[in-house]
């Protein structure tokens, strides 16, 4: 009795979720606690902000920066998803999550490699799409 009961909230919360996103439009919409976004940012298509990253090059001498563009991101949570993931990377000296323009910066010693598919795959675990990593040195 007691799991008919649970299986027929589950069923009318899942129907009353589907029928309010649909009369309010929300499908293309993604939102995490009451943050919603219209739109989803292409970090690939646009430019880094040149104030941004020369804030950020301050106090990080013989680093390269890795600047990932990142689809998908669309609210704090999912920056600080990031800044999360890559701040437990001990290569990486600093890191930099743009939300508006979707892009991540994270500062590498010269002497280090940067593997860009290590940095697609933690992209990914965050529910996120990398759409380009370049590399810039300093």
Not at 41 to 58: C, H, P, S, W, Y
Not at 104 to 131: C, E, M, Q, S, Y
Request: proline share 1%.
């Amino acid at each position: 009795m007691k799991n008919l009961i649970l299986l027929g909230l589950l069923v009318s919360s899942t129907v009353i979720y589907a029928e309010h996103h649909e009369q309010h439009g929300m499908d293309t919409m993604h939102s995490h606690e009451g943050h919603i976004h219209n739109e989803m940012v292409n970090g690939k298509t646009l430019e880094v902000d040149a104030q941004r990253f020369d804030k950020f090059m301050i106090g990080i001498d013989n680093n390269v920066v890795a600047v990932v563009s990142v689809q998908g991101m669309v609210c704090d949570f999912c920056a600080r998803g990031i800044e999360k993931t890559f701040g437990k990377d001990k290569r990486i000296s600093k890191i930099d999550v743009d939300l508006a323009s979707g892009k991540v910066l994270l500062a590498f010693p010269v002497a280090d490699d940067i593997d860009n598919a290590d940095i697609t795959k933690k992209i990914l675990n965050n529910g996120l799409n990398t759409t380009d990593i370049q590399v810039v040195g300093n």
